[in-house]
Nanobody, 123 residues
């Protein structure tokens, strides 16, 4: 599966953005999906994950209650709704796909990656 993330941009603290990740191929609905982010000088880290049906979701503590991950299997698209954004959310955000939901927070368990989209939150 090929992934393309988009929707990033510049937003003020307290604002909102919705990221999207478009997937090619007819197997999108069989994959668990995740969002990860990487800021300068830091390792790429887990943000949120969703299982194949959307029935299970998980979040990093730092975004819980502010971010919502969702998917539309009919449109082959993954979303990340980001509210109450903080300057520390500034990063390049990547979407990724893996088979099965176990290890959803582990970067090296994902097989496919999008190219990333920049999110910048100004104070």
């Amino acid at each position: 599966v090929q992934l393309q993330a988009y929707g990033g941009g510049l937003v003020q603290a307290g604002g909102s953005l919705r990221l999207s990740c478009a997937a090619s191929g007819r197997t999108f609905s069989t994959y668990a999906m995740g969002w990860f982010r990487q800021s300068p000088g830091k390792e790429r880290g887990f943000v949120a994950a969703i299982n194949w049906s959307g029935g299970s979701t998980d979040y990093a503590d730092s975004v819980k209650g502010r971010f919502t991950i969702s998917r539309d299997n009919a449109k082959n698209t993954l979303y990340l709704q980001m509210n109450s954004l903080k300057p520390e959310d500034t990063a390049v955000y990547y979407c990724a796909a893996k088979g099965g939901y176990s290890g959803y927070y582990q970067l090296d368990r994902y097989n496919y990656w999008g190219q990333g989209t920049q999110v910048t939150v100004s104070s």
